[in-house]
């Protein structure tokens, strides 16, 4: 005997559709962002964003790092 409505099937998939259409929040973590030139690396500033990345492209931004400098520059999660 089946159970009327979607069925097993259909309702997962409408349950998948139904989820996919909501953006997902990113998490923002703050960054530690470091100069590499010499040892020890050269602290930067802390950065809000949420990976790596966009943390390297607001350090540039906000710290007007020099374009020979933008290339050494890590982030690493702050705890």
């Known amino acids: 005997m089946r159970a009327s409505g979607l069925g097993f099937l259909d309702a997962r998939l409408?349950?998948?559709?139904?989820?996919?259409?909501?953006?997902?929040?990113?998490?923002?973590?703050?960054?530690?962002?470091?100069?590499?030139?010499?040892?020890?690396?050269?602290f930067i500033g802390l950065i809000d964003a949420p990976d790596e990345a966009s943390a390297i492209k607001a350090a540039i931004k906000q710290f007007a790092i020099r374009p020979q400098d933008q290339k050494r520059l890590i982030a690493v999660r702050h705890q």
Not at 14 to 27: A, C, D, H, S, V
């Open 14 to 42: 409408y349950i998948r559709l139904m989820r996919g259409g909501r953006k997902r929040e990113r998490r923002v973590a703050t960054w530690e962002v470091s100069r590499l030139k010499a040892s020890p690396a050269a």
